[in-house]
């Protein structure tokens, strides 16, 4: 069977959606009705994301770690302890494709980074045209890119534990393993058929994060070009 790992702390507005969009994809008939289970993992929760999750379908394991690393950790086991071959990791403010799954186990690695899209960027204000053009800039979204995201990623369970598992930190969890893979010598794929739209919030869950590096994308462009945003504005204002 495959097991979707997806760490959650206070996610009530999004792990709905992001819930659904896993089981479509756990349905996806190229999968030939291989089991799937979803498994979400509370992280110190205070809201409704639980009772949520479970309304949705999912099963849910509570921690109170406030940690990405202990929780993706948590949730690997989790899945390895029901039997899973395939451990595909993703993010409460995600939405993966229906294909997802079915994708990543064609490429026959034993791990699959995949790349992530933003398709709503107004959570940056006044800014959100110059980080798209940023992210558009910069970002790699074909075969052979170097991203590694926790939103994207597989992994085949018996290399999973050759290469330790996900280590319990704050932040870059899901590089690191992928370092441990790398240096056990499993064949990776860095592709951008698995297919995920992430979210472009401000607030983020984990330090260091996703979101922090858009923040951080901003003040740089901005400090390098302060007349850039006038600029991205001008050309997309109505004549």
Same mark, same amino acid.
């Given at each position: 069977?495959?097991?979707?790992?997806?760490?959650?702390?206070?996610?009530?507005?999004?792990?709905?959606?992001?819930?659904?969009?896993?089981?479509? @994809?756990?349905? &996806?008939?190229?999968?030939? #009705? +291989?089991?799937?289970? %979803? $498994?979400?993992?509370?992280?110190?929760? *205070?809201?409704?994301?639980?009772?949520?999750?479970?309304?949705?379908?999912?099963?849910?394991?509570?921690?109170?770690?406030?940690?990405?690393?202990?929780?993706?950790?948590?949730?690997?086991?989790?899945?390895?302890?029901?039997g899973a071959r395939w451990l595909a990791f993703t993010d409460a403010d995600t939405r993966v494709?229906?294909?997802?799954?079915?994708?990543?186990?064609?490429?026959?690695?034993?791990?699959?980074?995949?790349?992530? @899209?933003?398709? &709503?960027?107004?959570?940056? #204000? +006044?800014?959100?045209? %110059? $980080?798209?053009?940023?992210?558009?800039? *910069?970002?790699?979204?074909?075969?052979?890119?170097?991203?590694?995201?926790?939103?994207?990623?597989?992994?085949?369970?018996?290399?999973?534990?050759?290469?330790?598992?996900?280590?319990?930190?704050?932040?870059?969890?899901?590089?690191?393993?992928?370092?441990?893979?790398?240096?056990?010598?499993?064949?990776?794929a860095w592709s951008n058929r698995p297919r995920v739209v992430t979210s472009a919030r401000r607030?983020?869950?984990?330090?260091?994060?996703?979101? &922090?590096?858009?923040?951080?994308?901003?003040?740089?462009? %901005?400090?390098?070009?302060?007349?850039?945003?006038?600029?991205?504005?001008?050309?997309?204002?109505?004549?």
């Amino acid at each position: 069977m495959i097991a979707i790992l997806i760490p959650a702390h206070n996610e009530e507005q999004s792990i709905s959606e992001a819930i659904r969009a896993a089981r479509r @994809a756990a349905a &996806d008939p190229l999968l030939g #009705g +291989e089991a799937v289970e %979803l $498994i979400v993992v509370l992280d110190g929760c *205070t809201d409704a994301t639980g009772v949520r999750a479970a309304e949705a379908g999912a099963r849910t394991v509570s921690i109170g770690a406030r940690n990405v690393g202990v929780a993706r950790a948590v949730g690997a086991e989790a899945g390895l302890a029901l039997g899973a071959r395939w451990l595909a990791f993703t993010d409460a403010d995600t939405r993966v494709s229906p294909t997802w799954l079915a994708d990543q186990l064609a490429l026959d690695a034993d791990a699959v980074c995949g790349c992530v @899209a933003v398709d &709503d960027w107004s959570p940056h #204000g +006044e800014h959100a045209r %110059l $980080i798209d053009l940023h992210f558009r800039e *910069t970002y790699t979204d074909q075969d052979g890119h170097r991203h590694v995201h926790g939103a994207n990623l597989g992994v085949a369970a018996a290399a999973y534990r050759r290469a330790g598992g996900f280590r319990h930190l704050a932040c870059s969890e899901d590089v690191d393993l992928v370092r441990s893979l790398e240096a056990t010598g499993a064949r990776i794929a860095w592709s951008n058929r698995p297919r995920v739209v992430t979210s472009a919030r401000r607030n983020a869950r984990a330090k260091g994060g996703f979101a &922090d590096a858009l923040l951080e994308a901003i003040a740089a462009r %901005l400090a390098a070009a302060p007349a850039a945003l006038q600029a991205v504005t001008a050309v997309a204002a109505p004549a």
